[in-house]
């Protein structure tokens, strides 16, 4: 069974600050890794989706990288906004599943 | 283009009763899979729908049921609610059945009482 772990589970930082978020996962035969936001109360928006042949994927002020071998992914927020605050949650696709397994989140706070 | 769509957002009902909750999945979308988080935890994987039939499911008792219907929209059932079946239950949407971007919902928020 896969199991994901996300550390640290919140995260209170001042604005400006570079954000470092970490996701671990038990089974290195994933397909592809996944990273969501979610506000409040709220559903899950898409940041980010790295296929496992891939090291890193780039949005914007957001880039993620995955090492499987070693079972883990981070993500990077440069420069953070006050925006940027919510829980962000990492997933993971085995490649041979269909399902996402999904970790509990880290929870930011950014402050202005 | 619209995103997937929910309803109802938000839903009351006491233990014993039953619950419909339906979902309408991205344009072209034929893949639907429900999930359920509750309350500080990830979500957890419900139920996959690909082509109306069901692809997938999760460790969830038969008191879940769901159904894709030929436009591709889906409807989850849950009967002899429990107060643990007090959630988000979260849809989602993609192209093809795995390997792709799973396209989010706003989620039903269900409180059981």
């Known amino acids: 069974k896969q199991e994901v772990t996300q550390i640290p589970a919140a995260l209170s930082v001042p604005e400006g600050e570079n954000l470092v978020l970490n996701c671990s996962f038990t089974?290195?035969?994933?397909?592809?890794l996944q990273w969501f936001r979610q506000d409040p109360g709220k559903g899950l928006t898409s940041l980010l989706l790295?296929?496992?042949?891939?090291r890193e994927q780039t949005s914007g002020r957001l880039n993620a990288s995955l090492d499987k071998s070693s079972g883990r992914s981070t993500l990077y927020i440069a420069a953070s906004q006050p925006g940027d605050s919510a829980t962000y949650l990492c997933?993971?696709?085995?490649?041979?599943?269909?399902?996402?397994?999904f970790g509990a989140g880290t929870t930011v706070t950014v402050r202005a | 283009d619209a995103g997937v769509t929910q309803s109802p957002t938000h839903l009351i009902k006491t233990r014993g009763q039953q619950v419909t909750l339906r979902c309408s999945p991205i344009?072209?979308?034929?893949?639907v899979s429900w999930y359920q988080q509750v309350l500080g935890q990830g979500p957890q994987f419900i139920f996959q729908?690909?082509?109306?039939?069901?692809?997938g499911r999760g460790n969830f008792p038969d008191r879940f049921s769901a159904r894709q219907f030929p436009n591709y929209s889906s409807e989850l059932n849950v009967n002899a609610l429990l107060l643990g079946d007090s959630a988000l239950y979260l849809c989602?949407?993609?192209?093809?059945?795995?390997?792709?971007?799973?396209?989010f919902g706003p989620g039903t928020r269900l409180t059981v009482l």
């Open positions: 997933a993971v696709s085995l490649s041979n599943d269909y399902k996402l397994s």
């Open positions: 790295i296929q496992s042949s891939q």
């Open positions: 729908y690909y082509e109306k039939e069901e692809r």
């Open positions: 089974d290195s035969a994933i397909y592809n």
């Open positions: 344009s072209g979308h034929k893949s």
């Open positions: 989602a949407s993609s192209l093809e059945r795995e390997r792709v971007t799973q396209y």
